[in-house]
């Protein structure tokens, strides 16, 4: 905080903080919750509320997205979809797992909106966006892929030395990887 003080353009260091907090949040790359909070409210009390609302309603976000029993946690989901498999829908294949964030804390990122994701993936995504409807008819959903990750199981080679992967990805790779499955060659 010692060096903070001596900044002339405090803006920019919060715009690049905010940028770095939010890849480490998403990516879950963070030491721990514990000091993202402590830094966070360091500077609140050098700055002022203001300078912080959005890197505290990052934090906020995470943690309803994690709360177990919170309005999109993973355990309602998988509830909504058995009991819609139960009704004759069809379920998903692809594990999926989404973070709901609010959009007015958060740096803006690239989207991909020409991008169209395989039959697999596409499946998730509307069944996740039938699921939000029901949970919160008045929030409008919007994708962000380029934030997005997947793990690929990979099978390479032949005969004995036929070797099987998992690979992390973003999920424009995994679109990518997705056009060479059973074995598709692209010339």
């Avoid at 309005?71 to 594990?95: C, M, N, Q, R, W």
């Amino acid at each position: 905080m010692r060096i903070f003080t001596y900044l002339s353009d405090k803006d920019l260091f919060k715009e690049i903080y905010k940028n770095q907090l939010a890849k480490r949040l998403l990516n879950a790359k963070s030491a721990s919750d514990d000091a993202e909070k402590s830094m966070i409210s360091k500077l609140k009390m050098q700055c002022g509320a203001t300078f912080t609302q959005h890197m505290e309603g990052m934090m906020n976000d995470l943690a309803q997205s994690g709360d177990q029993e919170g309005d999109y946690s993973t355990k309602k989901y998988k509830e909504f979809l058995k009991k819609a498999g139960a009704d004759g829908a069809e379920i998903p294949t692809v594990d999926f797992n989404v973070k709901v964030l609010t959009g007015g804390n958060w740096p803006s990122y690239k989207q991909y909106n020409e991008m169209t994701l395989p039959s697999e993936m596409e499946k998730s995504v509307h069944s996740f966006d039938e699921f939000h409807t029901k949970v919160n008819v008045s929030r409008k959903l919007t994708w962000s892929h380029s934030q997005g990750t997947a793990i690929v199981k990979g099978t390479f080679g032949e005969g004995k030395k036929k070797s099987t992967f998992d690979i992390n990805v973003t999920t424009l790779q995994a679109v990518a990887f997705m056009l060479f499955q059973d074995g598709v060659e692209l010339g």
